[in-house]
């Protein structure tokens, strides 16, 4: 079944790009199409699928989503839950388990997904329109619809969102099942669309952008130009109203003359991944200009040590330049899931590490912080200093969150490997098991083996058809060059010279670097192996001057991994806590806390009140700092990423 669909998946595919003129020049490896077996990432994709997206399945019967369909159906009763995306909380849980499906058939699964998919058929009206918080009284729909359909659409009905989401789940599913009766739905949807929306139509800006990647997804599957057409349509509805007040929906100008993050963080990055897929797909240079001065200035200026975007809870939003505040960051989960879909299409388009650097640094860090270890309590928000009064949940009234990661974690194989002709790239350090055609017809398997992201020794199999030229391209990760990210937001205090180093069939190798990959261009044989290491070390980490909110403060890391502090660890205050530049740091790997982690340790000196609270007295204590993305996995508990390295800077405020 497996192998049946696969050749379905990349008959569609390439089906669809034979219809093209252009396309990304870097083509990610599908994720169906890379088998996972590696200690850090199996357990959690595993705990995904059977435990997030169960729970996230049964919460969507529990709130009422799943009843909002059957009254829509009906035309009888209310609609129960909040909000008027509701909705997309079936469609994501149903798109993680057919992402899930794909690599792990589950017929018990699959025959409760089609029932929901029945469901939702019921509630499309027969014009293809699809919004149950209208359907099921279409006199008094929901408050953010408007009274009528799609003259709310450009604030907050969210009809086009609803949509967008629908696209991607029906696109996974068919994929992953060869199945079309989701596939139709959202077909009859989106033809509603194509007749309602265009020129000479109506042209909102969509509200809430990911219809613009939905409708792509459709392109690819049916190869129908009228999809394509669209998404771009939506793309330069934008900005017509010509009004500043409208940067929450990045609504404030034509996207071609934006040159900034602003607004709805989550919003910003779906479109951002909209006009990166556009653009790949028609050649448009001016969206390339417009995404790639965007990223820059997302990336120098508005990204936190974390991987996360979205400074401000008003809003939901991006700050202004710099504005990067610790107790209050926002950080939502989904943000971080969406900078990860926009870098890995930065990457596609222009092939080069930093790209990766930017979603790996999300990836371990704010994603996984947004799921506990045991799959059933989430982060909406994700700062970098708490109280102890915040803590993690099992849903939200918004839970776009818990279901957005169902069906991202389904699909993290799909950023490790990507090729270009006759290039092989190797972007993430999972271990795995990926097959791929070089230029379309040269098979070659390879195996990665590491203990990533602890360890920075990883070794490759190569196990091509028959003897083939091509050339193996490993990335090079910032942080094993002194430069966490990109540009001078974050740098090593006096950070140790970092290394790498190569082997091929036990000898040494000098690779020469291109954007950022290690190349090694030869005729590969079965069974030759590449010995890559990177030389992890602890490394401190401080902020831009300009970022005020970090100013004297210091962050570790090692590797990709972000270290915090949490009291369940230590004796003292967190926040009354000093690290000294020249405090010694230690790695131990804790076997019997938080599923088995590595900790760092070392001395720094608490600050605390004497006896008769009138002075302060200070003593050096041993601390130990966790992985940012395990805190609170034991209750609520004060937590600091940034700390004061002299007393100075001590600041005795969670901020």
Not at 164 to 185: M, P
Not at 312 to 317: A, V, Y
Not at 458 to 484: D, E, H, M, Y
Request: proline fraction near 4%.
């Amino acid at each position: 079944m497996k192998k049946t669909l696969l050749l379905l998946t990349v008959t569609v595919i390439a089906g669809s790009m034979a219809a093209q003129s252009t396309d990304y020049p870097y083509q990610g490896v599908p994720f169906n199409q890379v088998k996972l077996n590696d200690a850090f990432w199996l357990p959690r994709v595993e705990t995904n699928r059977t435990a997030t997206i169960p729970a996230s399945f049964k919460k969507c019967e529990e709130t009422g989503r799943v009843q909002n369909f059957i009254n829509a159906a009906t035309h009888t009763g209310k609609f129960l839950t909040t909000f008027p995306f509701d909705d997309t909380d079936i469609y994501k849980t149903i798109e993680g388990a057919s992402f899930s499906m794909a690599v792990h058939p589950d017929q018990k699964l699959g025959k409760y997904v089609d029932s929901l998919i029945t469901i939702v058929s019921k509630a499309q009206e027969p014009d293809g329109y699809l919004y149950t918080a209208r359907t099921i009284d279409p006199k008094h729909p929901q408050s953010w619809g408007g009274k009528d359909r799609w003259i709310n659409e450009s604030n907050m009905s969210h009809e086009l969102y609803n949509s967008g989401h629908l696209f991607e789940a029906a696109s996974a599913h068919y994929l992953a099942t060869g199945k079309r009766n989701f596939l139709d739905i959202a077909l009859k949807n989106a033809d509603l669309l194509t007749q309602v929306f265009g020129p000479g139509k109506r042209n909102d800006a969509p509200g809430h952008e990911i219809v613009e990647m939905g409708l792509v997804r459709l392109y690819r599957i049916t190869a129908d130009k009228k999809y394509l057409d669209l998404a771009k349509f939506f793309i330069d509805c934008r900005g017509k109203k010509l009004n500043k007040d409208r940067s929450y929906w990045q609504d404030q100008s034509p996207v071609v003359a934006q040159k900034e993050a602003v607004g709805h963080a989550v919003r910003a990055a779906y479109l951002y991944s909209g006009v990166a897929d556009v653009a790949a797909l028609t050649g448009n240079k001016e969206y390339l200009s417009a995404i790639d001065s965007i990223w820059e200035n997302m990336v120098s200026k508005k990204f936190y040590i974390n991987g996360g975007i979205g400074a401000k809870h008003d809003g939901e939003s991006f700050g202004k330049n710099y504005e990067l505040p610790n107790q209050s960051a926002y950080n939502e989960t989904c943000a971080a899931i969406a900078n990860v879909y926009w870098n890995f299409r930065m990457f596609e388009l222009h092939g080069q590490t930093k790209y990766i650097d930017v979603l790996e640094r999300s990836l371990y860090n704010n994603v996984l912080s947004g799921v506990s270890l045991d799959g059933k309590n989430f982060f909406y928000p994700n700062p970098l200093a708490a109280d102890g009064s915040y803590t993690r949940q099992p849903w939200f009234d918004c839970s776009c969150c818990p279901t957005n990661l169902c069906r991202f974690m389904s699909s993290v194989t799909g950023y490790i490997y990507a090729q270009k002709e006759n290039s092989l790239y190797v972007n993430l350090f999972i271990g795995s098991i990926a097959t791929l055609k070089l230029n379309g017809k040269q098979d070659v398997k390879i195996s990665q083996t590491s203990n990533y992201p602890w360890d920075g020794a990883i070794s490759f199999t190569l196990q091509p058809v028959k003897s083939t030229k091509f050339a193996l391209r490993l990335r090079i990760p910032g942080w094993a060059i002194n430069q966490p990210v990109p540009g001078n937001l974050y740098s090593y205090i006096n950070g140790s010279k970092t290394s790498y180093s190569l082997k091929v069939n036990g000898k040494d190798y000098s690779a020469r670097v291109e954007d950022g990959y290690a190349v090694i261009d030869r005729e590969w044989k079965k069974n030759d192996k590449v010995e890559y290491n990177l030389a992890m070390t602890i490394q401190r980490v401080a902020a831009n001057e300009k970022v005020i909110a970090d100013r004297g403060l210091v962050a570790l890391e090692r590797g990709p991994i972000l270290f915090c502090l949490e009291d369940k660890d230590n004796s003292f205050d967190v926040n009354s806590f000093v690290l000294p530049d020249a405090t010694a740091l230690n790695l131990t790997f804790e076997k019997d806390i938080l599923s088995g982690t590595y900790t760092i340790q070392g001395k720094g000196v608490a600050i605390s009140p004497t006896a008769d609270q009138l002075d302060l007295r200070s003593e050096t204590k041993t601390f130990t700092a966790i992985p940012y993305n395990v805190w609170d996995n034991r209750g609520g508990s004060k937590m600091r990423v940034w700390l004061p390295r002299n007393f100075s800077m001590l600041k005795l405020s969670e901020e």
